[in-house]
């Protein structure tokens, strides 16, 4: 079956940075779009970056230039370089799967989206 385990959260200062990594296994990786979301206490869960099959990355504007996704294929593994951490960066952080197709229309931000989902890493920014 498909699993999604993420790694590399924990505690740093504001500033601070972290690499997060999310190993996909039970699936052809190529054919998959992968993203990051995050979840803080009392709020909705909601979406950190995209990163297509052939490694188109989307990011909202608040992240742009703080977070950078990356995949390889040859790890079956995604990654999330997050820089510049702020207090206000403090959730738990999730990667999830879709299979996707060319043509294939659908909004990366939507959690619907996704069928797939790892258990998540605590990510705690210190001010």
């Known amino acids: 079956q498909v699993q999604l385990v993420e790694s590399g959260g924990g505690s740093v200062p504001a500033g601070g940075s972290l690499r997060l990594s999310c190993a996909a296994s039970?699936?052809?990786?190529?054919?998959?779009?992968m993203g990051w979301f995050r979840q803080a206490p009392g709020k909705e869960r909601e979406g950190v970056s995209y990163?297509?099959?052939?490694?188109?990355?989307l990011y909202p504007d608040s992240m742009a230039g703080r977070f950078t996704i990356s995949r390889d294929k040859g790890k079956n593994s995604v990654y999330l370089q997050m820089n510049s951490l702020k207090p206000e960066d403090t959730a738990m952080y999730y990667c999830a799967a879709r299979m996707t197709v060319h043509g294939d229309n659908w909004d990366w931000k939507s959690l619907n989206a996704y069928p797939y989902w790892g258990q998540g890493t605590q990510v705690t920014v210190s001010s």
């Open positions: 039970g699936l052809r990786f190529d054919d998959y779009a």
């Open positions: 990163i297509s099959r052939l490694g188109t990355a």
